[in-house]
């Protein structure tokens, strides 16, 4: 399995909080990503990142804002989380064009 | 638009039988094709990858499956379905460039009788 690790793996927190979520990769990839998963929706894509300092949208980047100050870390940002953010949030790596590999996920509640 | 469609909500299927999960694909430039499986609770793990080449692609777990670019599908398989094989199965495209967004189906659940 890719070294992908994700924190924390379960939130609770109320409307109108700030939240980050943390995915850190041991495997040095370039490429690094945010899904949230939703019943009936299958996994869309938040942002992603492409390099250190180097992010871009996704499908459903409303909302959230990245970060990603080293190779390893990849943050994303809930500035003020909403019920509609309640989800399951999965980070994923990839080095070259293709696979992608997951991490194990974060399950978000917001009240 | 680009898509994946998997018919196929849910499927149960009896243990020792055959089974194929069935994925088709709307994409504009020539796909990467893949199958990841998620069993309940945990991550994403994937199955097989089709880039080019032979269309019968193996995979862990005794999965294959086969790339009909005329069909625009891309269906999973395994003679012979194990309980331990129940979980939620999602089909998956991308582009041939890095960095860009798998784009899923919204899954087929299993569930294995016995």
């Known amino acids: 399995d890719a070294g992908i690790t994700q924190s924390p793996r379960h939130k609770v927190t109320e409307t109108g909080t700030p939240v980050t979520l943390r995915c850190h990769q041991t495997e040095n990839h370039r490429y690094m990503y945010w899904y949230r998963q939703d019943p009936g929706h299958g996994l869309r894509l938040i942002h992603y990142?492409?390099?250190?300092?180097?992010?871009d949208k996704g499908e459903v980047s409303d909302g959230y804002s990245v970060s990603r100050s080293k190779t390893e870390d990849f943050l994303l940002t809930l500035e003020s989380a909403t019920s509609s953010q309640t989800s399951v949030y999965f980070c994923?790596?990839?080095?070259?064009?293709?696979?992608?590999?997951f991490g194990p996920g974060t399950r978000l509640l917001v009240l | 638009a680009q898509s994946v469609t998997q018919p196929d909500i849910h499927i149960t299927v009896s243990e020792g039988a055959s089974l194929e999960l069935r994925c088709n694909y709307s994409y504009g430039a020539t796909p990467y094709l893949f199958w990841y499986v998620q069993s309940p609770g945990q991550g994403l793990q994937l199955l097989l990858k089709y880039f080019s080449g032979d269309t019968l692609v193996q995979g862990i777990k005794g999965f294959e499956a086969e790339f009909k670019r005329s069909q625009s599908s891309f269906n999973l398989r395994k003679p012979s379905v194990h309980w331990s094989d129940a979980a939620e199965y999602f089909c998956a495209v991308g582009a041939n460039q890095a960095g860009t967004a798998l784009i899923f189906g919204k899954g087929t659940t299993l569930s294995v009788s016995s």
């Open positions: 990142s492409y390099g250190v300092k180097d992010t």
């Open positions: 994923a790596i990839s080095e070259v064009a293709g696979a992608q590999y």
